[in-house]
């Protein structure tokens, strides 16, 4: 081992370009000798010099340059790794080295390049699969579109026959009540009277006979009676009402304005209506007497009241009352 200082490389030959070697001419002085160099960029910086018998070099690194002091090893070179050359045999030059190094990279790329192939062709099925997955979407949701739109047009006509439906209902509801106030047109109930509570049979029709007499001074009104009995579940407290048909509204109502004389007794008499009539009429009853002591001219027709001749609206008057 002995160091050396490098020095620029002057050619003896104008025909050697030195392309692909490097070689350094040792001048011995003393402990240094002088070396010429050529520069080759392949090389990596802090790779070791080693110097053969003949004195070349076979690496050099890039940061070496005219006086830099390195170290050369005088022992000889042996063969490449990769060769076949035994030892001790010439080796294959540098350049034919350098050529395999660049195939051995070549063909490294090119593996590189293989891989990114396969990368980029599953990439291509992953989209062609994602596209196929895609269009099923759209297709399905296309089916989910027409059957939602089946669905809304199936829901309007059903709305529609609802709404239909309810007005019938409606309408079939005010005739039964209309048709059950006419059976009842000629009806009064009797409130108050006591109620035999014996083995036999109680005779309505004598008892109302009887009462119209007593009070209302009308005599043999039994004669314009059709039928008359009990109403409601027997074992309460106070008597059940009297339901009385008479043959005529006329006699209905010769009985119906004798009521009045019934004020301050247990007694009293009112028209029969339907339970709904009945509900809203039960309903507006203390509105009616709020407005008589008031001084207003109130009363009741069926379900309807008037209050000054004009019809209660209680949408109407709760509004005027906010």
Partial sequence: MKN???????????????????????????DFTEIQMQQNPDYTAGETLTLNKDNTLDE???????????????????????????????AR????????????????????????????????????????????LKKTSGTMGNSIGTLKRTSDEVKERVGKLEEVHTNLEESIVDLQCRSMRDNLLFFGLAEYRGENR?????????????????HDIGKDIERAHRIGQRGGDSPRPIV????????????????????GTTFRIQEQFPKKIQEERRRLIPVMNEARRQRKKAYLIKDKLYIEGTLYNPDQNDDEAC
């Fill in 244 to 263: 009385v048909k008479f043959s005529s509204f006329k006699m209905r109502e010769k009985v119906r304005t004798q009521g009045r004389k019934l004020a």
């Fill in 4 to 30: 050396v200082r490098c020095k620029p490389y002057t050619s003896p030959n104008k025909n050697n370009s030195m392309d692909e070697t490097r070689v350094f001419e040792g001048v011995p002085d003393n």
């Fill in 93 to 136: 030059p540098l350049w034919v080295e350098q050529i395999f190094e660049k195939l051995a990279l070549i063909d490294r790329k090119l593996s590189k390049v293989d891989e990114i192939n396969n990368k980029l062709s599953e990439i291509v099925q992953k989209v062609n699969s994602f596209e196929c997955d895609l269009n099923n």
């Fill in 60 to 90: 050099i690194p890039e940061i070496v340059s005219a006086g830099d002091m390195i170290t050369v090893n005088n022992e000889p070179r042996p063969p490449p790794a990769h060769s076949n050359t035994p030892h001790g045999m010439h």
């Fill in 202 to 218: 109680e005779n309505c029709t004598a008892l109302i006979n009887d009462f119209c007499e007593t009070q209302f001074d009308i």
